[in-house]
C-alpha cells in the first residue's frame, strides 16, 4: 500500500515568502509499506516517491526520508534519492566507488532478524514551479538479498519479526 498526504500551510497568510526566508510553504508526505526485496547491485525504485509543486522558483526543498531495510545476511545498502532521474546529495566521485546519497551496513551475526531505520536529509534547490517528483532507490552488494519494509527472516508467527512502513516528506522552505 502505499499512500501520499498533502498538507499545504502558507506562510504568511497572503503566500509571499518573508524577506528572511526560512518559512514553511507547503509539505507533502508519502508513505509506503510495500514489501519490495532487490538482489541487484544497480539501484532499483523502492516504491517510495512523492511530488511537490514548488510555489516560488526561489525555494528550497527539503526531503526527509526514512527507509526501513533489512537483508538476507551481512551486507552493505546503499541508495540514492533522485530529483526525477537525477540523483543527488551524492557523494564525489573516488575511483571506482559508488556515488550514493545514504547507506547502512547490516552485522553478519543474525543478519536476518535486524532491520535498520535509515533515515537522510537534503536541501535542494530545483529551481521551478513545475511538479517535481523526489524518489527513493535503493541496491546492495549483489550477494545478498535487500528488503524494504520488513527483516531478512519474516517470519509468520514470530513476535519479534520487523515489518514496517518508509516515509518520504518534502518541504518548500522560502528562500
Not at 518559512?23 to 516504491?47: P, R
Not at 514548488?54 to 533489512?70: D, E, R
Request: glycine share 12%.
Amino acid at each position: 500500500m502505499s499512500s501520499q498526504l498533502r498538507v499545504d500551510k502558507i506562510l504568511p497568510v497572503d503566500g509571499a515568502p518573508t524577506g528572511g526566508g526560512g518559512g514553511i510553504i507547503q509539505m507533502v508526505m508519502a508513505e509506503s509499506d510495500t514489501q519490495e526485496d532487490t538482489t541487484s547491485t544497480s539501484y532499483v525504485d523502492s516504491n517510495l516517491s512523492a511530488t511537490i509543486t514548488p510555489k516560488f522558483s526561489t525555494s528550497k526543498i527539503l526531503i526527509i526520508m526514512n527507509l526501513l531495510v533489512g537483508a538476507s545476511g551481512d551486507t552493505t545498502i546503499a541508495g540514492t534519492i533522485e530529483r526525477g532521474s537525477t540523483p543527488i546529495g551524492i557523494h564525489d566521485a573516488r575511483n571506482s566507488r559508488t556515488r550514493n546519497t545514504f547507506g547502512c551496513g547490516i552485522l553478519a551475526t543474525s543478519g536476518t532478524w535486524q532491520s535498520h531505520s535509515v533515515s537522510h536529509t537534503i536541501l535542494d534547490s530545483p529551481a521551478t514551479t513545475s511538479a517535481t517528483t523526489y524518489s527513493v532507490k535503493i541496491g546492495g552488494n549483489g550477494g545478498r538479498t535487500v528488503f524494504i519494509n520488513r527483516e531478512g527472516r519474516d517470519a509468520d508467527n514470530a513476535t519479534d519479526t520487523t515489518v514496517g512502513s518508509s516515509t518520504i516528506t518534502l518541504m518548500e522552505i522560502s528562500a
